[in-house]
């Protein structure tokens, strides 16, 4: 069982949540939610945390229990407000992966930590305002958003005989400033696996040293940069380097390693992410403008898209047409969102990219040039909620 003394409480989280993932894994696929891939997708602390051992679901409670009664010794600072977010998401995972009900509302509160609603249209209007001027400024103007959109990515896409050749060269580029504004990453290097007819559009294959993409879709330079910054740096890989150095250090707890778990920690991850570009100051150009806003225009309207399908249950294709015409998204990315947004587990974490994005975005916008190297720290270090995420700074901004 969890043990009672407040200072234990990293190793103890830690150890929990890798035993929850380690259960989920062992099931058959019958009775997995994840099919066997557990809670968390990519973990680098199996020679620092001994995962608990499970054989019922009734024994994973008991132990979230304890660790809820640990929580309330920690103080409000930004470690307490983590805590107090990731037991009751540790908890909602259990919950769903013992076989209990609950609603979409319920799982982007409890076990994504996002706001449990669709964006505000005001927001959605802005950033589909800021897409339009850019596309102006670059000469398509004539036509609906969507037909704008299209054209612009058709002129910019890159052929696919070209993919890897400028995946190389991003990477190489992406490296050297994440190297000297981030953290250095060392040798790690990532290859790039072309894949098709999945629900993603890119993903990090961390231990593999691969990154998926998915060539259904067309990729501008600026598209591809992003993803890049997202997987690999300064997003997931660096990430996962910069927490397992921390936790090496000493300097951070060991549950500093479940920064890519399926519960609140996802936001940040995503934050981090879809932030990455900004973090090693990477906006070169007007079509790295266009793209920044139509990232934002699509991250915003997945998550009200996924609301209005899974919350308010409309109609698959009233919500595909409008990932089609309001966040002017190619086919292949629109038949992806909709099949993620209709998992039982992994679908409400779609709200987690607006949610970390923004959230990512507004400390980073308000931190000084004096506060960047501790900003730094936290973000890559540490391990946060949203919340927790936002504390950083904010007496100094007030």
């Known amino acids: 069982m969890v ?17 929850i993932d380690r259960f989920e894994r062992s099931r058959s696929s019958g009775e997995s939610l994840l099919d066997g891939e557990g809670l968390v997708p ?20 008991a132990d979230i229990d304890e660790l809820a009664v640990q929580v309330e010794d920690v103080g409000v600072d ?7 977010d990731m037991v009751p998401s540790l908890r909602a995972a259990a919950q769903l992966f013992s076989g209990a009900e609950l609603s979409y509302a319920e799982k982007v509160r409890d076990l994504v930590g996002a706001e449990p609603a669709p964006v505000p249209d005001e927001e959605i209007a802005a950033h589909a305002t800021a ?49 000297a504004m981030i953290f250095d990453p060392g ?10 007819d999945v629900p993603f559009t890119a993903r990090c294959g ?31 890989a660096t990430q996962l380097l910069s927490t397992r150095a921390e936790v090496d250090a000493g ?33 070169e150009d007007l079509d790295d403008e266009i793209h920044l806003a139509l990232r934002s225009l699509k991250s915003a309207a997945q998550t009200t898209a996924a609301w209005r399908l899974m919350a308010e249950g ?36 779609i709200a987690s990219y607006y949610a970390g994005n923004e959230s990512v975005r507004r400390v980073r916008e308000r931190v000084s040039p004096e506060q960047r190297g501790e900003f730094i720290a936290t973000l890559y270090g540490e391990v946060h909620s949203p919340q927790s995420l936002e504390m950083f700074g904010a007496e100094a901004a007030a």
């Open 3 to 19: 043990a009672g003394r407040g200072e234990t409480i990293g190793a103890d989280l830690a150890a929990v949540t890798m035993g």
């Open 42 to 61: 990519i973990f680098m602390g199996d020679d620092i945390v001994e995962a608990r051992s499970y054989s019922a679901w009734d024994e994973v409670f």
């Open 78 to 84: 930004q470690r307490g407000i983590f805590l107090r």
């Open 131 to 179: 897409l339009s001027d850019g596309l102006a400024r670059a000469g398509f103007s004539r036509g609906t958003l969507r037909n704008r959109v299209e054209s612009w990515e058709a002129a910019r896409a890159i052929a696919p005989e070209r993919i890897e050749a400028e995946f190389r060269a991003l990477m190489a580029l992406a490296r050297a400033r994440t190297a």
């Open 187 to 196: 040798d790690y290097d990532m290859a790039l696996n072309p894949l098709r």
């Open 206 to 236: 961390f231990a593999e040293r691969r990154m998926d993409l998915n060539v259904d879709n067309a990729f501008t330079r600026a598209g591809l940069k992003h993803l890049v910054c997202h997987e690999v740096f300064p997003g997931h």
């Open 251 to 283: 300097r951070s707890e060991p549950d500093a390693l479940l920064c890519t778990t399926n519960a609140v920690t996802g936001c940040v991850q995503e934050g981090i992410g879809d932030q990455g570009v900004q973090l090693i100051d990477w906006i």
């Open 314 to 349: 409309q109609p698959r294709d009233e919500v595909a047409d409008y990932l089609r015409t309001v966040a002017c998204g190619q086919e292949a990315w629109v038949q992806g969102r909709l099949r993620m947004a209709s998992h039982p587990f992994r679908g409400p974490f």
